[in-house]
Every structure is written in C-alpha cells, then in structure tokens.
C-alpha cells in the first residue's frame, strides 16, 4: 500500500534538482520565486504537489522537486564551520550507539550537522559551543530542518574547562584536541559510556588514543568511512572517477569499571601476539 502523501505547504523547505543533478535547498513561499541563469519558477508550481514532482522554470527548464533529506539539508545549509559529513555522521551514530532517549553532550556544535544526525536519531543534545556565532547558526539549522520544540540546548562555553551535564550517557567530541575532555568525560559518564570523536589528521587520533590509554576508557576503536559511488548506466558499470578521499578520523571507546573497580590493564600489559583478530566495525 502507498504510504500517505503530504503537500507542500508554505514553509515548508523544498530541494529543486536541475538536469545537471545541481541541488538547491528552498523554503517555500506564497509569493515566492525560485531563480537560477536557467529562469524563473514560481513557489505556486510546488506548493499544494506532492513530492517528485517536475516544475518548469519560465524558460522550460525542468527541476525535480522534493523534500530534502537530513544528508541533503547538510549538505546545503547555511554552515559557520565545517560540517561532518553524511557518511561519517552515519558510522558516529553507530559507534557512538545513539538511542532514542539517549543524552548526548556534543562539542563543538559548529554548523548543527552532527546535532541533526543526533536528534533525528531521538537523542536529547546539551551542545557546548565556545563561538556564539556559530551556536545561532547551529540552532538556526535545527529549527529549520526538525521544526521548533527539540530536546536542544547549546550553551556558550569552553568543553575544555569541564562538563557539568548530568546523566550522560555518550560524549562525543568534534574539536581540535579531544584528549583535553577525556579526564571530564571519564566523571560525567556511567561506566558502559561512549566517548567518541572526530579528527581529521592521524596525529591528532594518536594524541586523543595516548590519553584513552591512560584512563578508565578502553576498546577505543579508530575507524575511516571511504565511501565510493558507482556509475551505473547501461553497459557502463564502475566506479565513479572521483571521490572524497579523506575527510576525517572518527575514535570511539567505552568507560569500564564501576567506582573502586581496578582500572583496566594498559595496553602494556596485553600479550604480545594477540589471537586471531575478529573482523573490525
Ligand atoms: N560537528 C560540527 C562542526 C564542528 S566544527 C558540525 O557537524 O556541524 C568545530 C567547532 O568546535 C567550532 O565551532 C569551534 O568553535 C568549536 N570548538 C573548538 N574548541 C572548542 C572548545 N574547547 N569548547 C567548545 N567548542 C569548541
């Protein structure tokens, strides 16, 4: 059975794709007019449709009209820093083992794109932001994408200097040196809590995995997504010429050990030749 069918209605954000596969992100409007060099099209021609619907511009251009998805609207928001991007905020969702219902302290907020990944997969977020600027543009994102009302709170302040959230249960990191939080994550966090971060040079990872070594975290895990597109028309099946090869490093690891538990063997300790490694993440 076909699922129910929404319209588009007045502020509402639409996502026009061109012949050219070009996206443009919109909010919909009465009186509204989308323009590109290739002409006009009036937001009439989308409001009251239904998604996957083609419009023409007045030089009979034609767009593909539907709503965006999270991976869309990150990809074209407003952004102050840099965002994660879709496929590395997918795999942190998975280490981090984001729950509906899970509290989340998430720094720095940046642009809000880890914050939507988290919210949308029902996480309550307490985000630590030290520029102002960019917390506005971060709960700007939020609202326009998930609507008013979400369980989120960015707050001005330096992660470094410490957390005072209670009841965590994941920390996840997205800011230059990570290893600066692990002694503040190690208090806030229950044992069985993730921390987790996102790096984008390998000396940083090393950094951060030094100071998970020497505290109550253990099976930090360091992984990169690599994601490869494939042409596929016709005859023609491979891989696509071009791909984002690097964009960062993401580390997770887990707080052992109730209060007066041993803490957990450093890496010294661990045999030589470990046995037969089980297949990683
Ligand atoms: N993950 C975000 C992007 C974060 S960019 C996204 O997906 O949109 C890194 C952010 O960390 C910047 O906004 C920077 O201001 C902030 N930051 C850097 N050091 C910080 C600290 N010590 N405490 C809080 N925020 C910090």
Redesign the pocket.
């Known amino acids: 059975m076909a699922g129910v069918s929404r319209v588009f209605q007045v502020g509402e954000q639409a996502l026009v794709v061109d012949a050219k596969n070009r996206r443009y992100l919109i909010t919909l409007a009465e009186e509204g007019e989308f323009h590109t060099h290739a002409g006009v099209t009036p937001h009439s021609a989308m409001l009251g449709q239904p998604e996957g619907i083609t419009v023409r511009s007045n030089t009979g251009a034609r767009y593909l009209v539907l709503r965006p998805t999270l991976a869309d609207f990150v990809l074209s928001m407003p952004r102050?820093?840099?965002?994660?991007y879709p496929k590395d905020l997918g795999q942190l969702l998975v280490m981090a083992d984001v729950f509906p219902g899970a509290r989340v302290l998430e720094?720095?907020?940046?642009?809000?794109?880890?914050s939507l990944a988290l919210l949308r997969a029902g996480a309550a977020v307490t985000g630590?932001?030290?520029?102002t600027d960019?917390a506005n543009v971060a709960r700007k994102n939020v609202s326009r994408f998930l609507g008013p009302g979400q369980p989120y709170t960015v707050v001005a302040r330096?992660?470094?200097d410490g957390i005072d959230e209670p009841d965590l249960d994941r920390v996840i990191l997205?800011?230059?040196e990570p290893w600066r939080v692990v002694k503040h994550a190690e208090s806030a966090l229950p044992p069985g809590g993730i921390f987790a971060a996102y790096l984008p040079t390998i000396g940083q990872v090393a950094e951060l995995t030094g100071a998970l070594d020497h505290s109550a975290f253990g099976l930090a895990t360091t992984v990169e997504v690599l994601v490869r597109s494939w042409h596929v028309a016709g005859q023609s099946v491979r891989p696509d010429h071009r791909m984002v090869a690097h964009t960062g490093f993401l580390t997770s690891a887990r707080l052992l050990g109730g209060p007066g538990d041993a803490p957990p063997p450093s890496p010294e300790e661990a045999p030589e030749e470990a046995p037969e490694e089980a297949p990683g993440p």
């Not at 720094?107 to 880890?114: F, N, R, T």
């Not at 630590?128 to 520029?131: D, G, K, P, V």
């Open positions: 102050g820093a840099q965002v994660i720094a720095g907020v940046g642009s809000g794109a880890l630590y932001e030290l520029r960019f330096d992660v470094y997205d800011l230059p």
